[in-house]
């Protein structure tokens, strides 16, 4: 039975997913914080590994061969080793003794000075995290996904290897699975061979890299090929079903990647460069070495390529491959050596494409975020290991930007030369790199390092004079803001005279954004009807009621090329012109929207609030919402699934089962919003009982995490 009320919806998915877009932004990856274990007396120079991986029982068979030098004798040494089964340990071909406490294998044996060792582990693993298993339990074909994510010491859950980031050496991957996937792994894919029904890809690597940038992605993948200007070649995953989007989703990659070269003035350092789109990804992606992985949620067509793409995050982890895998933090207190020059170099590859004043906007916009930490008292200094996503990016781009307008643009450059030659394949801090920057510049920056990299607060001020300078937009909106604030009347007419005076459409969206109350109907048609897609989206966003005057030139938004803007003119349609609710419903029947489903999620639920709104297909429109809390949809659909359910209909007992199964879900984000919601559902008895009834068919995880909460009252 389904109810339908005519009330105004309770929330706005539109800025639901835009927070959770901007949530998932931040979240490029944890930040990490890894104790010193180096053992300095011995070096590992490398790492053969070959494991056979079985998606069933989720485990892997795996044997590793370390090469390792003895710089001076020692009795032991160790490998980080998380929960592994250690089957046999030979050193030098010999059986010997070996210790495992289920967090380290070590070796007990006297090692001589200036000899080297072959180490040969066999071991089973049954990674609980870092490698995952998708799709391989469920009766769809093709949805089936291995993939690892192992930042920032978490390789050592499936490969005795090293937590420690400064042990760096050199890996080759072989990897066995059935032969009907697609195995992706770093490095260079030199041999497959069948062997027993499996197939076994082996990639070798010619470089050193810390351990927790090994990674492999295993699934129904194709690839298109593609070559970087200097020949380096790169590789576009994706689904076989997602052709179409392979230009959209990937436009610019090679343009960045020749622009990146260019712009560090060091070549790529790796033999070639893999993306791979995953499902359920725990961040946006992950700068493995020469493989990125990142979220399938930025496979997207030409219409989601206008309101949120890829390149960002495309450029991003592509600047690590220098920022982070060629030189890598000591610790965690030069976090910003990775994650500050990984966002900098990003933006200037947008700037590259999109314009100098896009990359101002950019800088802005994250200044009033950092500005708002600091006026909170929460501001944090970059060389804090423990600071959060926003210092470690955002205020670490800005620390470099500042940074190269100190010392001059041709000095910044041969710093950063300098710093990437002397370090590459090694560790760096803070300093190192700062000392490389002083010299050949002969300029002090203990001024500059106090100011942005110790200083817990932003220096906001400092911030607008440089925008100021150096953007003509900001210097137009500032001027503007303060002649807002001190005249008494007419906005309009101070608005329309710097309207006037540009041509910009980012100027003028974020004038319509921040001044939308002040427009009059006559100057919103005129917008509506000449102005870029960037305005139209700006109103379509701010404005909440809808004059009656311009229904029209509303209503034709629904027809824009953003699916921001069709979401949110449907929705504010919808409400605001009640008699009009069939007409909108069926100009935009079939639009799905972005990957997470917005527009179709949203559409679905206001056909079963929409009286009399085709009776005969509302138990099928009903059943199509319904199906999208299910675990074979990813985890955006399903909350938007969950989250509509639970405002307007109410939940199914497979709805409830399917929430259940999200309690346990990989992604902590997700879990934690099931948790959330299951906990309220409990307070009511109806729930709670109906929960009690279906816990027969709960698996174990589920059994154990729910039973306490059915008992206690
Ligand atoms: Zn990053």
Redesign the pocket.
Known sequence: MIYKTNGILHLNIANFNRMKFVILFLA??SCLVVHSQHQDKVDFIQGKVDIKIDPMTETIAGSVTYKLEVLQKVDSVFLDAQNLNVIEVKLNNKKVKATNNSKRIVVHKRFKANKTYTLDITYAANPKQTVYFLGWKDDLFGNEQVWTQGQGKYTSHWLPSFDDMTEKLEYDLDISFDKTYEVIANGALVATKELDGLKKWSFDMDSPMSSYLLAFAIGDYRKKEVVSSTGVPISLYFYPSDSAMVEPTYRYTTAIFDFLEKEIGVPYPWQNYKEVPVRDFLYA???NTGTTIFSDSYVMDSIAFVDRNFVNVNA??MA?QWF?NLVTEVDGSSHWL??GF??YYALLAEKELFGKEYYYWKLYETANQLKELSNKNMGEALIDPKAGSLTF?EKGAWALHVLRHEIGENDFRQGIQRYLKKYGFKNVTIDNFLKEMEMGTHSDLSAFRNRWLVDKNFPFDEAKTILVRESEDLKTFFELQKDMMTSSKDNESIIKKYWKSTNSDQLKAKITRTYYKSLSQDFIRELLGNESMLVRQALATSIVQLPLDLKYEYESLLNDGSYITKEEMLYKLWINYPNEREKYLNCTKGIIGFSNKNIRILWLTLALLTKDYEPNNTNEYYLELSRYTSPVYTNEVRQGAFQFLEQLIGFSDNNLLDLVDATQHHSWQFRKYARSLLDQLLEKKEYKDRIDRLSVKFNKEELRYISNKLISE
């Open positions: 490029l990856h992606g992950m700068e991003h982890e690590h982070g990775h994650e990984a966002t990016y």
